[in-house]
């Protein structure tokens, strides 16, 4: 960064309308989008975990705006929120999370991870998504459907299976595969 370009006062820096504190932390952006003008104001904790993002956006299409605390109440992970704004999130002893309640809309997702903590299910407020992985721990297999029932190890966990008509199947990185078409990949260099 050019120091033409830049601004350092009170260990703060400002390029263009963001404001950075001394750790390099986004504090304060500000700016035009199209037709709609925006403000965020960030605060974070000593270890550089979020306490409070406030957005507020002036536009005439549906309000972006939300004044968010966050909240670390879990000893066992905590730099991992328990709560931010009306969301609540639960994890298990590796810390992913299993749960996340919205008391706001009235919603829930609930995760599911196997021993190498990768998704296996993911269900929101009815829809289950399931994820297969080859033995390289790449996903190979993505599908969608409606609830029915799912059991880890034979005992019933609450959320569903489903029968799928949606799904992705990964066979290699090169392609895609969906019920109705596939799609080939084609990379430059390493790109």
Same mark, same amino acid.
């Given at each position: 960064?050019?120091?033409? *370009?830049?601004?350092?006062?009170?260990?703060?820096?400002? &390029?263009?309308?963001?404001?950075?504190?001394?750790?390099?932390? &986004?504090?304060?952006?500000?700016?035009?989008?199209?037709?709609?003008?925006?403000?965020?104001?960030?605060?974070?904790?000593?270890?550089?975990?979020? %306490?409070?993002?406030? *957005?507020?956006? /002036?536009?005439?299409?549906?309000?972006?705006?939300?004044?968010?605390?966050?909240?670390?109440? /879990?000893?066992?992970?905590?730099?991992?929120?328990? *709560?931010?704004?009306?969301?609540?999130?639960?994890?298990?002893?590796?810390?992913?999370?299993?749960?996340?309640?919205?008391?706001? %809309?009235?919603?829930?997702?609930?995760?599911?991870?196997?021993?190498?903590?990768? %998704?296996?299910? &993911?269900?929101?407020?009815?829809?289950?998504?399931?994820?297969?992985?080859?033995?390289?721990?790449?996903?190979?297999?993505?599908?969608?459907?409606? &609830?029915?029932?799912?059991?880890?190890?034979?005992?019933?966990?609450?959320?569903?299976?489903?029968?799928?008509?949606?799904?992705?199947?990964?066979?290699?990185?090169?392609?895609?595969?969906?019920?109705?078409?596939?799609?080939?990949?084609?990379?430059?260099?390493?790109?």
């Amino acid at each position: 960064m050019k120091k033409s *370009q830049s601004q350092i006062q009170n260990n703060k820096t400002t &390029l263009g309308g963001s404001t950075y504190d001394a750790q390099n932390r &986004l504090i304060h952006a500000n700016g035009k989008a199209k037709t709609a003008s925006y403000q965020l104001d960030m605060a974070y904790g000593i270890m550089s975990e979020p %306490l409070t993002k406030v *957005q507020k956006v /002036d536009s005439t299409k549906t309000a972006q705006s939300y004044d968010f605390t966050y909240k670390y109440e /879990d000893s066992n992970h905590p730099t991992a929120p328990t *709560q931010i704004g009306h969301e609540h999130y639960t994890y298990d002893a590796n810390g992913n999370p299993t749960l996340v309640e919205n008391d706001s %809309l009235n919603t829930e997702r609930r995760m599911y991870w196997d021993e190498d903590n990768r %998704l296996m299910v &993911l269900s929101d407020n009815g829809k289950t998504s399931r994820y297969t992985y080859n033995a390289a721990g790449e996903r190979v297999v993505k599908s969608h459907g409606d &609830l029915e029932g799912v059991y880890v190890n034979g005992a019933p966990q609450g959320i569903t299976f489903h029968e799928t008509e949606d799904y992705t199947i990964y066979p290699a990185p090169i392609i895609t595969v969906t019920k109705n078409r596939f799609t080939k990949h084609y990379f430059i260099g390493d790109k």
